[in-house]
């Protein structure tokens, strides 16, 4: 997906057609990495609620802490992530690929 999109990127400057891909639209794997983002936001929601905020407990031993701060980073990881692809790669994406068929 990343290279159809950076091909697009490319295409727009160069004036090109469009490179053939094996799905119709972006919209299409693009919608089904955002239902994947979803669905990774509800788990790390739920180990969230069940570590209470991936607090240590008093009694956790140091591979215990380590485990829930990387929990943590993994967490803010994610939410990055999420962010640049649902908010400023697809978007683009999306843009890229109108643009490409209307000049087609």
């Known amino acids: 997906m990343l290279i ?3 091909q697009m990127d490319q295409e727009s400057i160069v004036a090109y057609p469009p490179a053939h891909a094996c799905f119709r639209s972006v919209a299409h794997p693009i919608f089904m990495m955002e239902q ?3 669905s990774a ?3 790390m929601a739920e180990l969230h ?9 008093d009694w956790a031993c140091a591979t ?5 701060a990387g929990l943590s980073e993994f ?8 962010h640049l692809e649902n908010d400023v790669l697809f978007p683009r994406a999306m843009k890229l ?3 490409l068929n209307n000049r087609g």
């Open 41 to 43: 936001n509800r788990i």
């Open 4 to 6: 159809c999109i950076a």
């Open 64 to 68: 215990h802490i380590a485990f829930f």
């Open 49 to 57: 609620s069940l570590t209470e905020g991936f607090a240590t407990p």
């Open 75 to 82: 967490e803010a990881d994610l939410k990055q992530h999420v």
């Open 97 to 99: 690929e109108a643009e």
């Open 36 to 38: 994947e983002h979803e």
